[in-house]
C-alpha cells in the first residue's frame, strides 16, 4: 500500500524534531516524509550556535544523529517556493514539485534588520544561521570596532562574538536596560555593569537613525537620533525575530494580527491539511520565542499525524544563559504578586524573587549574576515542589537554607523543559540501566538542548543510583570522565600548567562551574603560580577571585595570618587603624586570628597594603587552603607545658601556607595532653609529650564533627614534618573534590593501619616524590595580596562595578555594641525604594 505524503518546510530545530518524534513513534512507516530546507545543512543546534565562534564546528552543533535521514527524501539548499493549496503540491525554487497529504510548516524566522537608512550596506549582519557566521568572522578579521544594534540575549551573545573575533564590540539598544524583554531595571543595571566590566561597551536609549557609507563603500559610521555618532568597521543586527510566514501569507492562510501563522490547540493552520510548528507559528495568540515550545508543537503534530489527539497547552518561558559568563535566568510570572530583592552592585548579582499575592508560593523570579538557585526555584514556582517557609533564604548570598533535595521533587516535575522529560522518566531510565549522565541523555533526551538542566539531571540520577545501592561514577563533570584524582595525575605526569591545555587533551566542551575551580585548585596545589594570572583568575571561584570572603550582605572580610596567634603589639595596632580608618567590624575567630568585616571590593587592596605594611599576609581564610595552625603557649609560659608549641605552630603554619587542597584545612599544636588548642579536632594536629610529638590526622568533619585519628607517637620534630607533608600531599591528591580529611579518611580501605603504612612505611614507594611536591609548594609560595597589589593588571578586577559614585545603597549598617553589623531586612529600604 502507498503511504500517503508530508511535506515538512524547513529543517530548523523544530521541523528536526518533528521528523525525529514521528520516527520514533514509527510514523515513517505511515508516512512517506519529504523534506526541504533552504539551508544547505541539516538540522544543527542554533541555541548552541555562538560556540561556533568558540571553537566548536559544524559536526558539533548537529541535531541528526547518523541514518536518521536515511529514509527520508530531503532536498537542502531548495527552499519551497509556493503552496498550491487547491492542487495539495508544493513547489521549490529549483522547481521540484511533490504533491502532499499533510505539509508542516516549520519555517521559523528571521532576524528583523530596522529599515534605517544604510542598514544593507557591506559590512552589515544579521545573526541567525551558521553562514551568517561563516560572514561575519570571513568579514571581520583585521577590523577593529563591531557594534551590535539591539541589547536583548541574542545582542548580547552577538557581542560576545564579536569579543572573540578580537573586535571592540558595542551593543546599541533602543530601549533604557539591556535585555529589556527578559529582566527588570535592577536586573538591566546589575547585568550592564557586569558587561561592561568585560570590555562590551554599553549605549542604551539610543535610536540609530543612519548608517553611513566610508570611502569604501563599506559601513563606516553609526548615527543617532541624539545627534551623536559611533565609528564603526562592522554592525550586526540582533533587534528581534519576525516569523517567516511568506508561504503561508501567499497561499491565504489566516495570519496574526503582527505576522505568523495562526494554529489552533493541534497546531492546525486555518487549513486542516496543514500545520505550523516553532517560531513561524502563532498559537494561543503568541509567538513563542524558545526551542521548548517548538518541540511540544513537533510533539503534538507528530501525534496528530498518527491519528492521536495531543494539543499544545502553552509553555514554561524560563530561561537561564550564560552571557559573556555571566548567569542571567527568569522564571515563571513576575507580573503579580510581593518581591524580595537581593541587589549586590560590587559583585553583579541581582535576584527578585515574587511570591503568590497570599504569599504561600513562588511565583517567578529573576536572578542575575548568580543563577545557582535556578532549578530549585524553577521547580517551587511550577509547584513541584515545596516552598520553605522563609522564601527569602532561597536567593541569599551564602545560600542559608541548605539546598532542597531532588528527592522532595515531585514525580511529574519537568526537569527538562526543551524536551518535555519528567523526574519519573529519568528514574525509570535509571531503574532501566542507564548509570551516567550520557546514558540518561540518550534514552531520555533530557539536557540535549539547552544544557541548563544537567546539573539537576546529575543530581536526580546520582540520587537515583545512591537509592539503588549502586555506586555512583566519580567523573568530576561531564566536560571530565576523570575523578579529581584522576585528573591530579594528568595533570602532573604531563605538566599541564593551564585549564585549557588539560580541556583539550582530557576534556570535551568548554568546562562549567564544578570543573573550572577544581582544577584551579590542582593547579595551584601543584604550583602553577599566581591564581589570578592570566587565563588560572577566571576559573576561581568568588572568594579566590577577590582573596577575601564574600559575606551575606555582599561585603568582604579581611583575614591577616597570624602564624600560631602570636602578634607583636605593633601589629595589633596596625590592625586596630585599619579597622577604625575603614569602619570594619572586628572580631577574634575561632582560630586565633582577627576578622575584619564590611569592606567593599574597592577598598580591599588598600586595606591589604597596609596590613602588608605592618609585616602582615594573606590568611587564604578565602581559600580552599590551610587557615590556621592554632597553638597554646605551651613551655614558654604555661607551668604544664612540656614542648614549645608555639613555635612548632608558626613553623608548621608557614610551611602549609597557601596549600590549595579539596577542602580548606584546619590545624593546632597544644603543648601537652591537656589539649587547650584542641588538636584532636583538626584535619591535622600535635600535641606534645615529655618525648616528642604524636600527630593526629583527619579530624574536623565540618558539619559532622569527627574526632582525628593517631597516626604517629613521640616524634622528633623533623620526622613529624616529614610525616606531615607525606599526609597532606597524600590527600591533596587523591580526595575527592570538596572532600574533607575525615570523609576521606573514611573511604580508605584500610584505614588508619594503611595510612600508616603510605605515610610512614612508605609502602607505596610514592613517599619521596610526595615530599618533593610539597617541598616545592614551600619553594614557590607568594602572599597573593602582595602580588595582587603589585599587579596592575590585576588590580583593574578589584573595582566596584557600580557605574555611578558613591556607595552601595542595598549595603545598609547599623550599630551595635560600638561597631558596625549588616542591616536586618527589616531595618532597610524596602525593595520597592531599592528598585526605584
Ligand atoms: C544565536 C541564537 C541563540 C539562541 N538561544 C536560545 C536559547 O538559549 N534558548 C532557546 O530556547 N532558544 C534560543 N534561540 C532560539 C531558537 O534557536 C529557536 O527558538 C529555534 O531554533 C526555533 O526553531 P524553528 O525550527 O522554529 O526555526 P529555525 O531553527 O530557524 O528553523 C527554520 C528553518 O527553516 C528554513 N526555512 C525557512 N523558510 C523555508 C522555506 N520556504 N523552505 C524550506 N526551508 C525554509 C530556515 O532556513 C531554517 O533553517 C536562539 C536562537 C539564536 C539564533
Ligand atoms: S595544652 Fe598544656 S601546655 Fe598548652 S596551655 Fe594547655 S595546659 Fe598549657
Redesign the pocket.
Known sequence: MTRPTLVV?????????LVEALAERGGLDAWRVVV????RRL?YD?????SFFDGATEDDLTLVAPGAYDEIEVHLG????GIDRAAGTVT?AAGVQVAYDALVL????Y?FVPPVPGSGLPGCFV???LDDLEAIRHDASGRRVGAVVGGG??GL??ANALRNLGLEPHVVEFAPRLMPMQVDDGGGAVLRARIEALGVHVHTGMQTTELAAGDDGRVAQMRFADGTSLDVDLVVFSAGIRP?D??ARACGLDMGERGGIVVDSACRTSDPRIFA????AVADGRV?????P?YDMARVVARRLLGGDAEFAGADMS?K?KLLGVDVACFGDVSTGESITFSDAVNGVYKRLVITPDGTRVAGGILVGDATAYTTLVQMARGDMPTPDDPAALIAPAAGAEPVGVGALAGTATVCS?NNVTKSAICDAVAGGATDVGAVKACTKAGT??GGCVPLVTQLLNHELAAAGVEVTTHLCEHFAYSRQELFDLIRVHRIGTFAELLARYGTGRGCEVCKPTVASILASLGAGYILAGEQAALQDTNDHFLANLQRDGTYSVVPRVPGGELTPDQLIAIGQVAKDFGLYTKITGGQRIDLFGARVDQLPAVWARLIAAGMESGHAYGKALRTVKSCVGETWCRYGVQDSTSLAIQLELRYRGLRAPHKLKSAVSGCARECAEAQGKDFGVIATEKGWNLYVCGNGGMRPQHAVLLAEDLDTDTLIRYIDRFLMFYVRTADRLERTASWFNKLEGGIEYLRRVVMDDVLGIAEDLEADMQRHVDTYECEWKATIEDPEALARFRSFVNVDGPDPNVVFVRERGQIRPARQEEKPTPLEVLL
Open positions: 518546510a524547513g529543517n530548523g530545530m523544530v521541523g528536526h524534531k526541504f530546507g533552504e539551508e538540522a542554533r541555541v548552541a550556535l555562538s531548495d527552499p519551497i517556493a521549490s516549520a519555517t521559523g524566522s532576524p545573526y541567525r544561521t540575549l541574542l551573545e552577538a517567516r511568506e508561504l510548528v516553532g517560531e513561524c513563542w520565542g524558545l526551542v521548548a517548538g530561561t544563559l526543551c538542548s539547552c
